[in-house]
């Protein structure tokens, strides 16, 4: 069992900057395949950015690639999103989730753990 603890989010001015930061507690995240998801007021779940069990792969959403950078720490057991030259539209609750079924995960019900997310507001 992995419980996972997302960190970092608050009100920032749009063009500003946040790191998001998921601690795992319970097993160490090496063995996992990580990812980040985000969810906004009305809409679905959807998959921003996913780091390989090894942290040499990363993969991002086309609406975020460039500005968000998704890394992990095995010594501190925790992934890291950093957010730059943020929207209005990047307003969302952010999840961080663990999955062990393949070397990196894109796909949202691949994913076994998940947070219970931090909220990120954009103001314009």
């Known amino acids: 069992q992995v419980q996972l603890a997302e960190s970092g989010g608050g009100l920032v001015q749009g063009g500003g900057s946040l790191r998001l930061s998921c601690a795992a507690s319970?097993?160490?995240?090496?063995?996992?395949?990580m990812g980040w998801f985000r969810q906004a007021r009305g809409k679905e779940r959807e998959f921003v950015a996913a780091i390989s069990k090894s942290g040499d792969a990363t993969y991002y959403a086309e609406s975020v690639e460039g500005r968000f950078t998704i890394s992990r720490d095995s010594a501190k057991n925790t992934v890291y999103l950093e957010i730059t030259s943020l929207k209005p539209e990047d307003t969302a609750v952010y999840y961080c989730?663990?999955?062990?079924?393949?070397?990196?995960?894109?796909?949202?019900?691949?994913?076994?753990?998940w947070g219970q997310g931090t909220q990120v507001t954009v103001s314009s």
């Open positions: 319970g097993r160490t995240l090496g063995t996992y395949a």
């Open positions: 989730a663990a999955g062990s079924r393949r070397f990196m995960i894109l796909k949202r019900d691949e994913y076994r753990y």
